[in-house]
């Protein structure tokens, strides 16, 4: 049982407890508590006492009982009685961004409304626009959110579908020689409908029996054939454990994401595993030689590698993740694959958040681990004033900071045997007419400004292009953070006119940030080329809340190469020294 477990379950308890309408200071005994203990830094909440739990900011005598009690039972008492009480559609309507739990107790006692369908037909019915507190814009909200979740039905974000492809792979080495994961996963798709893997066997019927082999796979025999195995994932979180190799599991839970083995002769193996990891629109390049790019891979007898493909094709090679069919060979006309931004390009983290706001790590362990990574700079960007959810920095707060990065810039430099500092910087919420969230005395001691949107994110192209346009043109703003503030699969990002913002940040030196956090992937890599062709540069930013979060660049890097992003335009591919000098000529400008 880890912290974040624990916080989950608290949380959610306050959650439902707001839901069945319970005593408001009930409520916010767990709400204090599980937003003070997110926050907690190098406590182990598992090997305190109850002593020691009450010591903690939000922490009772009465909460540190439940904390125990999660720790020593695995589950609270008190949170499985209010789930039993709940129908199951009720808890889905949490999945709905722009309904907290007070409104969605409201329609579910007001409106007797247990199911999303029932949801559904009542706004479209115009009931939910009547209840007291609603409203038609809310009704609108809530349609637009149910559309839009539907739409992302059995998809998985790239980090989660990585994780199980991997589970796979693993498991099917132990029975073959040659695996590999193709499709999506293979060209670094933000999202993910398939989990598709390569196997090479002389056997297919034999193949087909090994994989079933697997207990936590279930087969689709409807929907397989002799060269395709489809299925399922069993969910192993409904079950204290796995079902023995070969036993029944049609009753058990599956993940909604489809998995698709692919079986093919070893001769072919790398000529099908081109073929997967490219889309039908990149396969239908037409050739020197008359015919398409697929036709020429078909038409050799047995290659081992993707490269003699389009050497015959007399085609220059594509990475995976780029072979989407949008101009990849333009892209090749300008560059080389060598040019490509690469983990090992990056020599700063920029955009990161310590326990000043929300971040779960001090400024110096945050500081330190960054320097132990081989980093030289990190860029400290916590939560602005406005920003009270996330314990937005006041002025006073910004200066006590300030102070302590100097004082910890000092203490790095001993010993070091490379140029390390930490930037002092901020994230700073856009407010609702495009200024940003301090006076400029505020603003100019900032080495860098991040701005970003996080709050009236109804917005319609108009104003959200209006609102970043005002903030673009303020001097201050240094990197414009998460462009549309989309969450993958979760809150469809508001409509912004991306040709009109990338335009404006050339115009005023502004660099655009793809924030690398997997539920992001913000700046979307389809506008990297446009960025590129306009000259404004790119900044991979972890958006980093605990020091692990760090290594969330690697999923930006993916997007990053799949756009076409080179190292030339990469912001934090600056050295310390060079990124100083621009940011010195940027304050002269």
Not at 46 to 71: F, R
Not at 140 to 163: C, E, P
Not at 320 to 341: Q, V
Request: proline share 3%; with cysteine; charged share 25%.
């Amino acid at each position: 049982m880890s912290n974040d477990e624990i916080v989950d379950i608290l949380e959610l308890t306050g959650k439902l407890l707001e839901l069945h309408d319970a005593d408001a200071f009930k409520i916010r005994t767990y709400t204090s508590a599980s937003f003070n203990l997110s926050r907690l830094n190098d406590r182990d909440l598992t090997t305190m006492s109850a002593a020691e739990l009450t010591q903690l900011p939000g922490v009772g005598k009465s909460m540190a009982g439940k904390i125990q009690e999660i720790v020593q039972t695995g589950r609270l008492a008190e949170l499985e009685q209010l789930i039993a009480q709940t129908p199951v559609g009720v808890l889905d309507m949490f999945k709905i961004k722009g309904i907290g739990a007070k409104k969605i107790g409201t329609i579910w006692r007001q409106l007797g409304i247990e199911t999303i369908e029932g949801l559904r037909e009542a706004c479209e019915t115009g009931q939910i626009a009547k209840l007291k507190g609603f409203g038609e814009s809310t009704q609108q909200k809530i349609l637009a959110s149910m559309a839009f979740l539907q739409s992302q039905v059995g998809k998985v974000r790239m980090d989660k579908a990585a994780i199980l492809a991997d589970l796979i792979l693993q498991e099917l080495q132990k029975r073959f020689q040659n695996v590999a994961i193709t499709g999506e996963i293979a060209r670094k798709n933000e999202t993910v409908e398939t989990i598709q893997l390569l196997i090479g066997t002389e056997s297919p019927v034999v193949a087909m029996r090994q994989i079933n082999e697997v207990g936590w796979l279930l087969q689709n025999e409807k929907l397989s054939s002799p060269f395709v195995w489809r299925g399922k994932i069993v969910d192993r979180s409904t079950a204290t454990e796995l079902p023995p190799q070969g036993e029944e599991v049609e009753q058990k839970k599956t993940l909604e994401i489809q998995v698709e083995i692919v079986l093919a002769y070893p001769s072919k193996f790398e000529t099908e595993r081109f073929i997967l990891e490219s889309t039908e629109a990149h396969l239908g390049q037409p050739t020197a030689l008359g015919n398409s790019l697929l036709a020429v891979a078909y038409g050799i007898a047995s290659v081992q590698s993707a490269e003699e493909i389009y050497q015959k094709a007399e085609l220059p090679y594509v990475v995976p993740e780029m072979r989407e069919g949008m101009g990849e060979f333009d892209w090749l006309a300008k560059y080389k694959n060598e040019d490509l931004i690469t983990w090992d390009d990056l020599r700063g983290i920029l955009h990161n958040h310590s326990t000043y706001s929300d971040g779960k790590h001090s400024l110096e362990v945050m500081a330190r681990y960054c320097q132990e990574l081989g980093f030289e700079y990190l860029g400290i960007a916590d939560h602005s004033q406005t920003a009270s959810y996330a314990n937005g920095l006041r002025a006073d707060r910004v200066k006590l900071q300030h102070e302590e990065i100097d004082r910890l810039n000092q203490s790095l430099a001993l010993n070091a045997t490379k140029p390390f500092k930490i930037l002092k910087g901020i994230e700073s919420d856009i407010l609702g007419d495009g200024s940003l969230d301090y006076p400029e005395e505020v603003l100019k001691t900032f080495d860098y400004v991040v701005a970003s949107v996080h709050s009236n994110l109804t917005m319609n192209l108009e104003k959200a292009t209006s609102r970043l346009l005002a903030a673009i043109e303020n001097p201050y703003t240094t990197i414009l953070g998460h462009p549309t503030g989309r969450l993958l699969l979760a809150r469809e990002g508001y409509p912004i006119d991306h040709k009109v913002i990338i335009d404006a940040c050339a115009q005023h030196g502004v660099v655009i940030e793809i924030n690398a956090s997997p539920w992001r992937l913000d700046l979307d890599w389809r506008w990297i080329r446009y960025c590129m062709d306009k000259g404004v540069m790119l900044s991979i930013n972890p958006d980093a809340h605990q020091k692990e979060g760090y290594f969330d660049m690697h999923y930006g890097v993916n997007v990053a190469r799949k756009g076409g992003l080179t190292k030339e335009m990469t912001f934090n591919a600056l050295s310390l020294a060079q990124i100083e000098d621009y940011l010195q000529k940027r304050e002269k400008v």
